[in-house]
């Protein structure tokens, strides 16, 4: 089964998305991709303890507290190539920034495979579980604000948060 629910943020109405083991979207209204691949039966299930867990580490993350901790079970749906660039961003620290090159770096190192910035950027660009996921600390060479599924105003805001300073 499907489900799904609204947590109301400081950057905007979010809506969460799940199995009822496993968060499978987090998007703020408004963003690219809103709401990419849920399930058109997902039910409203504000009440699921998956989205309680969340909406506990999403309130934290909202008054300040480094939230580098990821004990919220996740599980993004996307290509491999993706996943793996996820998987680097969920380990960029609070406060932290990485730039598209040095992700992409790490995935041709990772894989052997060749990556670019630009595709990494497309990846970063549909990460289904933003916040958590934490695509918004990814930045341009030269501490470039750049592009931002749910906006640069957004994104500038989530960074302010995390005092950091570009």
Sequence with gaps: MKYYTFYISPVGKIMIAGDGDYITGLWIENQKYYAAGIDKNAQYSPNLNLFQCA?????????????????????????????WVWQILRTVPYGRTITYGTIANELTKETGRAASPRAVGGAVGRNPISIIIPCHRVIGANKALTGYAGGLDVKSKLLGLENIKL
């Excluded at 008054?63 to 079970?73: C, E, H, K, L, Q």
């Design 55 to 83: 909406g506990c580490w999403l309130d934290k993350y909202f008054s300040g507290v480094a939230m580098d901790n990821y004990d919220i079970p996740i599980h993004p749906a996307g290509s491999d190539f993706q996943r």
